[in-house]
């Protein structure tokens, strides 16, 4: 069914005054160039844009893409010009020192500003010559729905775990503000489409308010080198799952090359929406996890990001922060001081840090009078009832602290709820003692970093304070579990916000604490810090972003899918869709075919509850092997029971049941039965371990076969249920050690067979017997859809190979679905197989015979 959420969104975001935007003015210097691979390679015509957009020459470009450019915009009183100036606190400036110095940095984002419409391309062009930054300027509505409606208002809280369960708790899901969010990543995916040359540019994207964007630079540019970084967290899959348009994101966000998250946490999360709603699995590579998607494999990296030492470092060192600083020791000298700097939302707990200040002084009557919490209160990012709410229920508390614990010279708390400059907060973080970060979720929060800069202090800072350079330097810092920082920070007291008491606890061991325990915290601590600032963050995300594209130009590409469902199948150069009329012609003119089909997923669809054959397959099925040139193999795992049943009225049909342990060459003829493992003592082994896990797994089964169990899983839940196939893989592997049975693992299943049994086996028996007989292949057609099929692609290969055939038999080996395999074809679907088995049939001369001359009895052979 088509998505509500538009099925072709350059339907929407083409229409309509949404998108009447000016053009970036000046394109960036570019020169034409056409790898020659890209033609060779997408000589079908696959959408893709890589072959007609310019490269930028030698130097290495990357293009930062945000919600927000990192600029600062005011008018000029005197002649009412806008003035730009860069943003020496924003992330996105910072990372630049990650990069080479040769690199070419281009920002694309929006200005913090609105600029009128008859001055948008002087200020674009301003911006691009001056600054190398591309705005995209979104109309007043469009940027109210898209920031403050959608991301505000539905994604933050909900990627902070909070639910519109009722009115008053968040606004419900409005499909007018996914529309606006929609048509803002397309505006900016545009202005990147504007300066991009794809062969050569890295692009990274950044936060929640980018999610689809990939999804129309990837629609655009198959190949594209795009990473994405998420700053906020990512909610477990119980909350994400309650998004209506929860599978547009995730595929929004795959169609990104490498995806960043702060913590294993959020990282996990993710991959854990991928299992459950889109059926992804993952595996780590060499210490890298990957997702495989559609033959992509889609990199996720965990890096917390650092902070600017430099800039921090500069700041201490104005003489306007050692002049604050000395004021400050002033206000509290012989007090004990604890600062929090947090934004004004119902995330960062404000007001359960002031509860546990509140119980600290009611528990301690000797704190009275001597600890002071300094709480600066950054200006609130999005409006709402419900910062007004936390923004008031913050100021009774302080009062209520103030008035009952407070005096005319004592205040426990002083809030300042104003601009704080950034040398006013340095030098509150280089005064006190304690640091407390209390958000019950954050992303990452970078306060405890600065706060711990702040305690190093600098040499310049110790002159003017008349300090010696190598005197000990302490602090102490209490986190909250919530947030990305914490598991950076070993050190610190890690606390869950929600218990008041242990908050409190938390706070008086910070201040109790011995010097010698501080300053060994510190030092571990800061050495952290340090090492891994902002512009290594950078460096680390640009290199793995590198390693995650270095195999763009090897693989074929193919664009596939509507709108936000779009995603890009990448394969070998040499996979292609198998041809009905290039397999019917090459039929017509052999004499000596041999035609191998999987069952399940092949002729009959996975997802098909009725397993029987239809009329269709049994009709095509009896044309092919009526044929006196034929031989036809259907060679499945099911039982031979089950196949001898279905394929009754196929009386020339060949059949392979459990894999090729069972073996008949028509219906005729007895069921034989190989010898290389006539040991199955195992089973009485294997069992009762499967037994167990089923007994564990609820939605799990055992599949008792005559020579195979499997052991199923597709009914449990997707973590649970891969965590345990796993647990029984090991667990099997080593009880049947010294046993002759092999145990694998397939798609939602555990299965134990005898050693040496395969398809392939099959595969490679029935050309063998042909050969012997004096009748060679000179067709070979096998079709499959899962990973035993892939032993008879190997096989058909490898047999026909033989240098003593008089010639090479033509081959097709065709897997179904396009995806990674040792095929060199691809079928779309059952649908397809049939087809394509129809149009052998109509070729074919079917006359009775019999397969005498190739019984040769399977016991022997093997």
């Known amino acids: 069914m088509a998505s509500r959420s538009y099925a072709n969104l350059f339907d929407l975001a083409s229409g309509g005054d949404l998108?009447?935007?000016?053009?970036?003015?000046?394109?960036?210097?570019?020169?034409?160039?056409?790898?020659?691979?890209?033609?060779?390679?997408?000589?079908?015509?696959?959408?893709?844009?890589?072959?007609?957009?310019?490269?930028?020459?030698?130097?290495?470009?990357?293009?930062?893409?945000?919600?927000?450019?990192?600029?600062?915009?005011?008018?000029?009183?005197?002649?009412?010009?806008?003035?730009?100036?860069?943003?020496?606190?924003?992330?996105?400036?910072?990372?630049?020192?990650?990069?080479?110095?040769?690199?070419?940095?281009i920002y694309v984002g929006s200005l913090k500003v609105d600029i009128d419409a008859s001055e948008q391309e002087e200020v674009a062009q301003r911006l691009l010559d001056d600054f190398n930054c591309v705005p995209t300027f979104l109309s007043h509505d469009l940027q109210k729905k898209f920031y403050l409606g959608f991301c505000k208002q539905q994604l933050w809280p909900l990627f902070h775990y909070m639910l519109p369960v009722c009115p008053d708790h968040g606004?419900?899901?409005?499909?007018?503000?996914?529309?606006?969010?929609?048509?803002?990543?397309?505006?900016?995916?545009?202005?990147?489409?504007?300066?991009?040359?794809?062969?050569?540019?890295?692009?990274?994207?950044?936060?929640y308010?980018?999610?689809?964007?990939?999804?129309?630079?990837?629609?655009?540019?198959?190949?594209?080198?795009?990473?994405?970084?998420?700053?906020?967290?990512?909610?477990?899959?119980?909350?994400?799952?309650?998004?209506?348009?929860?599978?547009?994101?995730?595929?929004?966000?795959?169609?990104?090359?490498?995806?960043?998250?702060?913590?294993?946490?959020?990282?996990?999360?993710?991959?854990?929406?991928?299992?459950?709603?889109?059926?992804?699995?993952?595996?780590?590579?060499?210490?890298?996890?990957?997702l495989d998607y559609f033959g992509r494999t889609i990199f996720i990296k965990i890096l917390p990001v650092g902070i600017h030492m430099g800039r921090l470092e500069s700041v201490l060192n104005l003489p306007s922060t050692s002049a604050k600083l000395k004021e400050i020791q002033e206000e509290f000298e012989g007090k004990k001081v604890i600062v929090g700097v947090d934004d004004m939302d119902i995330f960062k707990g404000i007001s359960l840090k002031l509860l546990a200040v509140e119980h600290l002084l009611q528990e301690n009557p000797d704190m009275q009078g001597k600890v002071v919490l300094v709480q600066i209160v950054n200006p609130a990012r999005g409006l709402g009832k419900?910062?007004?709410?936390?923004k008031k229920e913050t100021y009774l508390i302080a009062q209520r602290i103030n008035d009952t614990y407070g005096s005319e010279e004592y205040q426990p708390v002083k809030l300042i709820d104003r601009h704080v400059p950034r040398f006013e907060k340095s030098a509150y973080y280089a005064v006190a003692e304690c640091c407390i970060v209390n958000a019950v979720r954050d992303g990452m929060n970078l306060v405890p970093y600065k706060y711990l800069v702040c305690r190093q202090q600098t040499a310049k800072l110790d002159e003017a304070l008349g300090r010696k350079v190598d005197s000990p330097r302490t602090s102490m810092l209490v986190v909250s579990e919530f947030i990305g920082c914490s598991p950076s920070l070993s050190g610190a007291i890690r606390v869950n916000p929600w218990d008041i008491d242990a908050v409190a606890d938390a706070l008086s061991l910070a201040l109790t604490m011995n010097d010698s325990e501080k300053q060994l915290r510190h030092e571990k601590h800061y050495r952290y810090v340090s090492s891994h600032d902002v512009?290594?963050?950078?460096?680390?995300?640009?290199?793995?972003?590198?390693?995650?594209?270095?195999?763009?130009?090897?693989?074929?590409?193919?664009?596939?899918?509507?709108?936000?469902?779009?995603?890009?199948?990448?394969?070998?150069?040499?996979?292609?869709?198998?041809?009905?009329?290039?397999?019917?012609?090459?039929?017509?003119?052999?004499?000596?075919?041999?035609?191998?089909?999987?069952?399940?997923?092949?002729?009959?669809?996975?997802?098909?509850?009725?397993?029987?054959?239809?009329?269709?397959?049994?009709?095509?099925?009896?044309?092919?092997?009526?044929?006196?040139?034929?031989?036809?193999?259907?060679?499945?795992?099911?039982?031979?029971d089950s196949l001898s049943d279905w394929f009754s009225s196929c009386q020339l049909l060949g059949l392979a049941a459990e894999h090729g342990y069972f073996l008949r060459w028509n219906r005729d003829s007895e069921w034989e039965c190989s010898h290389l493992s006539a040991d199955l003592d195992w089973k009485n082994i294997a069992e009762p371990v499967m037994q167990l896990y089923t007994e564990a797994t609820d939605g799990s089964s055992i599949e008792i076969k005559e020579s195979a169990l499997v052991w199923h899983h597709q009914d449990a839940d997707p973590d649970f249920g891969s965590c345990q196939a796993k647990e029984l893989l090991d667990h099997l592997e080593s009880v049947l050690a010294n046993e002759p049975a092999v145990v694998t693992r397939g798609q939602h299943i555990v299965e134990v067979k005898p050693q040496g049994i395969s398809k392939g086996l099959v595969a490679e028996k029935v050309i063998s017997t042909m050969f012997n007989g004096g009748n060679p292949p000179d067709f070979v057609m096998c079709i499959g859809d899962d990973r035993s099929d892939e032993d008879m692609f190997e096989s058909i290969l490898r047999s026909v190979s033989c240098p003593s055939l008089p010639?090479?038999?033509?081959?097709?080996?065709?897997?179904?679905?396009?995806?990674?395999?040792?095929?060199?074809?691809?079928?779309d679907d059952t649908l397809d197989v049939v087809k394509l088995l129809q149009g052998l049939a109509s070729s074919s001369n079917p006359k009775p015979r019999h397969l005498a001359q190739f019984q040769v009895s399977f016991e022997s052979t093997i």
Request: glycine fraction near 6%.
């Open 209 to 290: 308010h980018l999610m689809v964007l990939p999804t129309f630079l990837r629609k655009r540019y198959n190949r594209v080198k795009l990473g994405f970084f998420l700053h906020s967290p990512f909610p477990s899959s119980e909350i994400y799952r309650t998004l209506p348009v929860r599978d547009e994101i995730l595929r929004g966000l795959l169609n990104a090359d490498l995806i960043g998250f702060h913590t294993f946490d959020y990282a996990r999360h993710f991959l854990s929406c991928c299992s459950r709603m889109l059926g992804l699995d993952y595996e780590s590579k060499r210490g890298h996890i990957g």
């Open 386 to 390: 419900d910062v007004q709410e936390a």
């Open 19 to 105: 998108l009447d935007i000016p053009r970036t003015p000046r394109a960036l210097p570019r020169i034409m160039t056409v790898p020659g691979i890209i033609s060779d390679l997408d000589s079908c015509g696959a959408n893709d844009g890589d072959s007609d957009v310019s490269s930028s020459g030698c130097r290495e470009r990357k293009i930062i893409v945000a919600n927000m450019l990192p600029l600062h915009a005011k008018r000029d009183a005197e002649n009412s010009k806008w003035c730009f100036s860069w943003d020496e606190d924003s992330i996105l400036l910072q990372l630049k020192d990650g990069f080479s110095s040769d690199t070419e940095v």
């Open 807 to 827: 010639a090479a038999p033509e081959i097709f080996a065709c897997t179904v679905g396009r995806k990674p395999s040792k095929a060199k074809y691809f079928l």
């Open 171 to 207: 606004d419900r899901f409005d499909r007018i503000l996914w529309q606006a969010y929609v048509c803002a990543n397309k505006i900016f995916a545009d202005k990147v489409m504007e300066i991009i040359n794809p062969d050569d540019d890295f692009v990274w994207v950044h936060d």
């Open 535 to 640: 512009a290594y963050w950078a460096r680390s995300f640009m290199q793995d972003l590198e390693r995650a594209c270095k195999d763009h130009y090897t693989k074929r590409c193919w664009g596939i899918g509507l709108g936000l469902g779009f995603r890009v199948v990448s394969l070998s150069p040499g996979f292609r869709k198998l041809s009905i009329d290039h397999v019917v012609s090459a039929y017509k003119r052999t004499n000596r075919r041999a035609i191998f089909l999987d069952y399940d997923g092949t002729v009959v669809p996975h997802s098909s509850i009725n397993k029987v054959p239809s009329p269709e397959v049994i009709s095509v099925l009896n044309a092919l092997s009526s044929d006196p040139k034929n031989i036809v193999f259907i060679v499945s795992g099911r039982g031979r």
